[in-house]
């Protein structure tokens, strides 16, 4: 029963353009959402996080969208480099979701190239 | 900057063998995790502890334990080693407080179990 999905096991993107990654959960009780973007041998860094009291939030190249209603989020990485290549791993917690509190649930993760 | 260290980055032992993964950080963090990675499956916890002394099963404890005898540092045991733990494992940690708290994680100890 996975709470936080990652439909798409990869995405290629051409260089410039801009990369679209998706993820949904289905526990309404999520109030915490992070992207976490992970190479190959490497542990995951930290890329970008929203809380859910708002719907968007920026940092440089990237963006990440949350739709509440349709418990829905998106990472967009504009313009997209080849140095984004990696794995990115969608996560979330909250403070009564029916786990423990600090606990993040990870999605499976979409692996992104970005073609020169 | 959070840095959170692993003692290896690879490691090869053989079934049967008892393997001690280490991670320490150095920012104070009351709490840390154990994850493992495997490909199509995402990141797996493993243990958690939010202090000394104290640890809880994650979403797969079986044919592991873990030791937390001081803050910074926190043990993953594989008590007998089996090929189904070759695999990829990650240790994090964060500070509590709120729901809203990002996991720092380490370099990972790829771990190939023969």
């Known amino acids: 029963d996975q709470q936080v999905k990652q439909n798409s096991p990869s995405l290629s993107v051409q260089e410039g353009r801009i990369s679209i990654l998706n993820c949904d959960y289905t526990n309404s009780m999520f109030d915490y959402f992070l992207w976490y973007k992970k190479y190959p041998a490497e542990g995951p860094t930290f890329l970008i996080s929203?809380?859910?009291?708002?719907d968007k939030n920026e940092d440089g190249r990237f963006t990440v969208f949350l739709n509440k209603s349709a418990k829905h989020l998106s990472l967009h990485i504009v313009p997209s480099q080849p140095g984004d290549s990696a794995v990115y791993f969608c996560a979330a917690s909250g403070f009564n979701y029916g786990g423990s509190q600090g606990n993040l649930i990870f999605g499976k993760g979409t692996k992104l190239s970005v073609k020169p | 900057d959070v840095k959170v260290t692993q003692s290896s980055r690879y490691l090869v032992k053989r079934t049967g063998e008892k393997v001690f993964l280490e991670c320490v950080q150095d920012m104070d963090h009351e709490n840390m995790f154990w994850y493992r990675q495997d490909p199509g499956l995402g990141l797996r916890l493993i243990y958690f502890?939010?202090?000394?002394?104290?640890?809880e099963k994650g979403d797969i404890p079986e044919g592991y334990s873990v030791s937390r005898e001081k803050k910074e540092r926190f043990s993953l045991i594989l008590e007998s080693a089996s090929t189904n733990q070759t695999s990829m494992y990650l240790c994090?940690?964060?500070?509590?407080?709120?729901?809203?708290?990002?996991?720092?994680f380490g370099p990972g100890t790829r771990l190939l179990v023969l």
């Open positions: 929203i809380s859910s009291i708002k």
């Open positions: 502890s939010y202090d000394v002394k104290m640890k």
């Open positions: 994090a940690s964060s500070l509590p407080g709120t729901s809203q708290e990002t996991q720092y």
